[in-house]
């Protein structure tokens, strides 16, 4: 157990909806981080946030935007979904601000199935 | 381009046969982070081992040994007396200081031991 915490664990919806996923980072990890893993795209970095800053960005969606608050939780909302989105996505959180190479501790993850 | 290249897709042994996965990596930065992550069937990702660019000894833990060799960008990950709970996918990362430390992840190798 890695100690960061995602849910739902399973999202089943249709396209064009709107789904929020949650993410908690380890006790004590100020960054929390978001990647998509999908069959064509592999692992993918999509944002990160370090302590409710916006700090990197990767190969993210117009129709993607993520926040992470106060207490540090994020959430991904991923919106007029389209079937490519189907995909693994998890979030993973390291102590550091990712100025430095952090090891990166991952959830479990999210399935969504966009039918 | 891609970053990270695990060149082979699949690889499958026998209990007890030792196994070596290769990763090659690209460059230009010359402080970067190198990472093993390990996936199971369940899905989850799994941190192995990183490694920054000034540290080229070899490690061993357990029955993982991890050899960098930066003379040819590599990053080759050995499992000895491979066991049938080694079987996952593994995947080779890439954190660089000039991409905001960013993980950029292979392709993966999965490895199947047989009993």
């Known amino acids: 157990d890695s100690g960061v915490t995602q849910t739902p664990k399973h999202l089943i919806t249709a396209t064009g909806q709107r789904v929020t996923l949650r993410c908690s980072p380890r006790?004590?990890?100020?960054?929390v981080y978001w990647y998509q893993q999908s069959l064509d795209q592999g692992l993918q970095f999509l944002i990160q946030?370090?302590?409710?800053?916006?700090?990197a960005k990767g190969n993210i969606l117009e129709r993607f935007s993520a926040q992470q608050f106060p207490d540090l939780h994020s959430e991904l909302n991923l919106s007029s979904l389209e079937l490519g989105d189907s995909a693994l996505y998890f979030c993973?959180?390291?102590?550091?601000?990712?100025?430095?190479?952090?090891?990166?501790?991952f959830g479990p993850g999210t399935r969504l199935t966009v039918l | 381009a891609q970053k990270v290249t695990q060149a082979q897709t699949e690889i499958s042994v026998v209990e007890k046969e030792d196994v070596t996965l290769d990763c090659v990596y690209e460059?230009?930065?010359?402080?970067?982070?190198l990472f093993w992550y390990k996936q199971p069937p369940s899905g989850e990702l799994v941190f192995l081992i990183r490694?920054?660019?000034?540290?080229?000894q070899n490690e061993i833990s357990g029955r993982y040994s991890w050899n960098f060799q930066k003379s040819t960008s590599s990053f080759n990950f050995t499992i000895t007396a491979s066991q049938v709970v080694d079987s996952a996918v593994y995947f080779c990362?890439?954190?660089?200081?000039?991409?905001?430390?960013?993980?950029?992840f292979g392709a993966g190798t999965t490895v199947t031991v047989r009993a």
């Open positions: 490694r920054n660019s000034f540290d080229e």
């Open positions: 006790s004590g990890d100020l960054s």
């Open positions: 993973a959180s390291s102590v550091g601000g990712g100025t430095s190479g952090n090891e990166q501790f």
């Open positions: 990362a890439l954190s660089e200081v000039n991409n905001d430390y960013k993980l950029s």
């Open positions: 460059t230009r930065d010359t402080t970067y982070y």
């Open positions: 946030y370090y302590n409710g800053e916006e700090r």
